[in-house]
């Protein structure tokens, strides 16, 4: 599990703590060196890393080639990134690579909250959460590549509780577009309550 600190200390402030380590406990890993490859749906067996150094040299030899996963949270090193030459080591700093990490995951999963509209059901959550990790995974999520598409840039405030062994944990996701109105729908089952902005997703 990930030191308490570290989350705190790095981990995108929209995700509550409890959120983070479920995140890197489903897609993620406890080795900040951790480099993962994989071409057509396959993974290719790559050396393991010693330092940091030599996990960058498997990073360049493979990006733009494969999909290159790195580091606790597998972040997608080839994002944004138009050559092998550009990646920079920060990739596999335990608190970079969290930085980067959440920050994209937040994305992806205002992206997927957006998708479902209005859930009316307490336990919508938990699906949400799912195929958020999915997406981080695949990199797609219903046709749209969710790395490069625009951020939703709107408020989803969740109140729901987390898949299986998870208590019940708050997520906030702040807007990203401050000028973006909310519409607060007021549905509420129980103790759980969810307000999601329903405007389309912005960019391709």
């Keep these: ?3 308490a600190a570290l989350i705190q200390q790095c981990a995108d402030p929209s995700l509550k703590t409890a959120i ?36 960058m040299a498997i990073v360049r030899q493979y990006v733009g080639q494969a999909v290159v996963r790195v580091g606790l949270t597998q972040f997608p090193a ?4 138009k050559d092998a030459a550009d990646l920079k080591p920060d990739l596999l700093d ?5 930085r980067k990490g959440t920050a994209m995951f937040a994305k ?3 992206i997927v909250a957006k998708w479902y509209g209005n859930p009316k059901s307490d336990d919508v959550f938990p699906q949400i959460f799912d195929d958020a990790v999915y997406a981080w995974k695949t ?7 969710v790395f490069q598409v625009e951020d939703p840039g709107k408020s989803v405030t969740i109140d729901n509780v987390l898949p299986a062994h998870q208590d019940k944990a ?9 000028r973006a109105e909310s519409i607060d729908k007021g549905e509420s089952v129980g103790s759980a ?3 999601i902005d329903l405007s389309k997703i912005g960019g391709k």
């Excluded at 994989?38 to 330092?51: E, F, N, Q, Y």
């Excluded at 335990?94 to 969290?98: D, G, I, R, S, T």
């Design 170 to 178: 708050t997520v906030d996701l702040p807007p990203t577009d401050t």
């Design 139 to 145: 990199g797609e999520f219903e046709g749209v590549s």
């Design 108 to 110: 992806v999963l205002r």
């Design 78 to 81: 080839g994002v944004g990134v």
């Design 94 to 98: 335990p608190c970079e690579n969290l």
């Design 193 to 195: 309550e969810m307000r």
């Design 1 to 3: 599990m990930l030191d």
């Design 20 to 55: 983070v380590e479920q995140f890197v406990s489903a897609a993620g890993g406890n080795d900040p060196l951790a480099v993962t490859v994989k071409s057509g749906g396959r993974l290719i067996l790559v050396p393991t890393a010693a330092s940091p150094d030599e996990a």
